[in-house]
């Protein structure tokens, strides 16, 4: 995958916020009386497992928080794709004093540094895995407390399908980076060699 297909992939990766909101919006909330009106069942349920779910959902609201910042991530990204275009045609120009100072800022930014970028996406693929953990426990006590044709509806809203859509984006997060860092790689090689 060449730079600028790279650059264009980064730009449509999907906004982590909205995806989280959107899933947010779609799933249960703590158990609570004027709560998940659309889940009548919910308020059927025996007092111990409202506070089981409770105390689950609790745990499940702060891996939320964790992941709630990925959509800068995203950011980093597409300006650590624009640095690296910048440095191919600095490097492809013969400009290398450019394309040191382009190397080291891609290594040493606080915002792009790439060791940090390159931990941020790992520990952001490791929380939403475990948000995804959370979710499908917390929906297996949902599923065993609900009557059938509850459990069915429960189990057809959208909710599903925005964390899929997390771990999907995850998943290219850390694609994209190991393409762009392969370009890296390979550029300020070039850089060096033309010194």
Known sequence: MDLRELKKEVHT???????????????????????????PF??????EK??????????????VKEVEHAQVINLKLQEYAKYLIELKLTTLNGNSR??????RHLLQDEFLNTKFLLHDIKYLEKNVKSLAYKYHHINELVHHEAPLEESVHFLHLPHKEHLQS??????????????????????????????
């Open 13 to 39: 990766l999907p906004n982590f916020s909205e995806q989280l909101q959107k899933f947010q919006e779609a799933w249960i909330k703590p158990i609570k009386s004027n709560t998940n009106k659309h889940l």
């Open 42 to 47: 919910l308020q059927n349920l025996p007092v």
């Open 50 to 63: 409202k506070q089981e779910i409770n105390a689950k959902l609790f745990a499940f609201q702060q891996k």
């Open 98 to 103: 450019k394309a040191e100072y382009i190397t």
């Open 166 to 195: 997390l771990l999907a984006a995850s998943r290219r997060q850390k694609t994209l980076a190991k393409h762009l860092g392969e370009h890296f790689i390979d550029l300020a090689t070039q850089t060096r060699r033309k010194k």
